[in-house]
C-alpha cells in the first residue's frame, strides 16, 4: 500500500486550472485500491468539503508528520509545508517569475513557495515541455529532472447539442492578465467584421484596459459567466474558439474545446502548439492582420470548419486522459524507494 499525502489547501476554491488537474488526478487516485491518499487541510473549514467532494481520508497539515506518508504531492505550484516525507511539486508555469505580480508583498507570496520548492523537493512534475524549461531557466533546476504530466480534458467535455440558438459567434475564454492578449484578439476581429456578422463571445474576466478596448469598439459582442455545463455548449456552439494568448504553460481550454468539437484558432506561442498538437490554425501572436484573416475565413468557409471540427474531435481522441494520474502515481512510487 503507497500511502500519499497530497496539499489540498487551494483544492475548494481552485476549480479551474489547477483545481481541473488536481481533481483528474485525485479521481483516478481514489479509485486505486493500492493506493491511500490522505487530503491535507490548512484550515479546519475545509475539512467538510473535502469529505463532501472526495471519498477519501482528510488530515491538518498540522498533522502530517504524523501520518508517516511515504510521500506528499503538492499539485499547486508550490511548497507551502514540509512534513518530514519525500515531496513531489507540480510546477505549472514560470509566471510568477517571467510575469511577476506588481508590488512587493504579493511577488512575495507568489513566489516564496515555488522557490522553496525548488531548495527541498524531491521530484518535480510540470505539464508541458515549454514550461518545464521556463521553469527551469527561472531556478536552477535541471530540465531533466522535470517529468512532464499534461492536463487532460474531463470526460465531461463532449459534444452536445447547444439548448439555444444564437448569433454565430466565436468564443473568447478570457482572463485578467496582459498574457491573455485580448487587445489584439478585439483589433482583428473589429478590422475582420465591420459590419458586425459575426459575434464575438466573451467568457469570463478581462482587466481594466481591455475592458475599456472592447467597450470602445465596434465589435459585436456578448460577455457572460458561463459555469462549465454553459461553457461546453458555448465550445460547442462556436464557429472558432480563439485563443490568442501570449503565454500558456499548458492551454488546457484548448484541448477542452477540441474534447467538445469546437475548431481552434490559437497563437503558435509558448505550450500551446503542444496542447493542440497539430488540430488547431496557428497564428502569430502579435499579427493583427494574421488574426483578422484567419477570422474572416473561419466564417466563410464551412469545409475549414467541419475539418477543424474532425481535427478537434481526432486530437481528443488520441489523449491518454490516464496519463496525468499514471505518471505521478510512478513518481511517487520511485519516492517511495528512495529513487530521486
Request: with cysteine; aromatic share 8%; charged share 25%.
Amino acid at each position: 500500500m503507497l500511502r500519499i499525502g497530497v496539499d489540498a489547501i487551494n483544492l475548494i476554491a481552485d476549480r479551474r486550472g489547477m483545481g481541473r488537474y488536481a481533481r483528474a488526478i485525485l479521481r483516478d487516485l481514489a479509485a486505486r485500491e493500492d493506493v491511500e491518499t490522505t487530503l491535507l487541510f490548512r484550515e479546519r473549514e475545509q475539512e467538510q468539503p473535502l469529505r463532501d467532494e472526495f471519498s477519501l481520508e482528510t488530515a491538518s497539515v498540522r498533522d502530517a508528520d504524523s501520518r508517516r506518508f511515504d510521500a506528499i504531492w503538492y499539485p499547486w505550484n508550490g511548497i507551502r509545508f514540509e512534513p518530514a516525507a519525500p515531496k513531489l511539486v507540480t510546477i505549472h508555469d514560470a509566471f510568477a517569475f517571467t510575469d511577476p505580480a506588481p508590488g512587493f508583498i504579493a511577488r512575495f507570496r507568489e513566489q516564496a513557495p515555488i522557490k522553496r520548492a525548488f531548495r527541498v523537493a524531491d521530484a518535480f512534475a510540470s505539464v508541458s515541455n515549454w514550461s518545464a524549461a521556463q521553469i527551469a531557466r527561472a531556478s536552477g533546476v535541471d530540465v531533466a529532472r522535470f517529468t512532464i504530466a499534461s492536463p487532460v480534458p474531463d470526460a465531461f467535455w463532449q459534444p452536445v447539442e447547444p439548448a439555444l440558438p444564437r448569433h454565430p459567434y466565436v468564443l473568447f475564454v478570457a482572463g485578467p492578465d496582459e498574457r491573455k492578449n485580448a487587445a489584439l484578439l478585439f483589433a482583428a476581429f473589429e478590422r475582420a467584421f465591420p459590419d458586425g456578422d459575426l459575434g464575438l463571445l466573451v467568457a469570463g474576466s478581462l482587466r481594466a484596459s481591455d475592458e475599456a478596448a472592447l467597450r470602445d469598439s465596434n465589435v459585436v459582442h456578448e460577455r457572460v459567466r458561463p459555469n462549465d455545463e454553459a461553457l461546453r455548449e458555448f465550445y460547442c456552439g462556436a464557429y472558432a474558439v480563439a485563443i490568442p494568448s501570449l503565454a500558456e504553460g499548458y492551454g488546457l481550454m484548448a484541448v477542452e474545446a477540441m474534447a467538445c468539437g469546437a475548431p481552434v484558432l490559437a497563437a503558435d506561442a509558448a505550450a500551446l502548439p503542444e496542447a493542440c498538437d497539430g488540430a488547431a490554425v496557428l497564428l502569430p501572436p502579435n499579427d493583427r492582420d494574421a488574426w483578422s484573416a484567419a477570422l474572416r475565413t473561419i466564417a466563410e468557409d464551412d469545409a475549414l470548419r467541419r475539418d477543424l471540427r474532425a481535427r478537434s474531435l481526432a486530437r481528443a481522441a488520441r489523449i491518454d486522459r490516464a496519463a496525468p494520474a499514471s505518471i505521478t502515481l510512478e513518481l511517487l512510487q520511485r519516492l517511495r524507494a528512495g529513487v530521486r
